[in-house]
Nanobody, 123 residues
């Protein structure tokens, strides 16, 4: 079992940067594919980014490609999301998730979820 705790959210202005962290419990973090998802008010949760268990492969939603970077530090059991050039439409609760399998973009592929961290971008 893996427990995930996100941090790093906050209120920023458009154009600013934030780095989200997701701390994972357990000694098997390196064996999980990991992902970031977000849910804006009144909308369904959507895929943001994913990274495979080795860190050698990443994928991004078109809306964040070129602005966000997902990474992992297995020595620290931590997943990151570096968010640059933030826009008001990036405002959402951001969730990290862990997958026993490939992860990829599909929510059902993920087995464990964090509680989320709020990111608010003002214009």
């Amino acid at each position: 079992q893996v427990q995930l705790v996100e941090s790093g959210g906050g209120l920023v202005q458009a154009g600013d940067s934030l780095r989200l962290s997701c701390a994972a419990s357990g000694r098997t973090f390196s064996s999980y594919a990991m992902g970031w998802f977000r849910q804006a008010p009144g909308k369904e949760r959507e895929f943001v980014a994913t990274i495979n268990w080795t860190g050698s492969s990443t994928d991004y939603a078109d809306s964040v490609k070129g602005r966000f970077t997902i990474s992992r530090d297995d020595a620290k059991n931590t997943l990151y999301l570096q968010m640059n050039s933030l826009k008001p439409e990036d405002t959402a609760v951001y969730y990290c998730a862990a997958s026993h399998t490939l992860g990829l973009r599909r929510e059902p592929n993920y087995d464990y979820w964090g509680q989320g961290t709020q990111v608010t971008v003002s214009s």
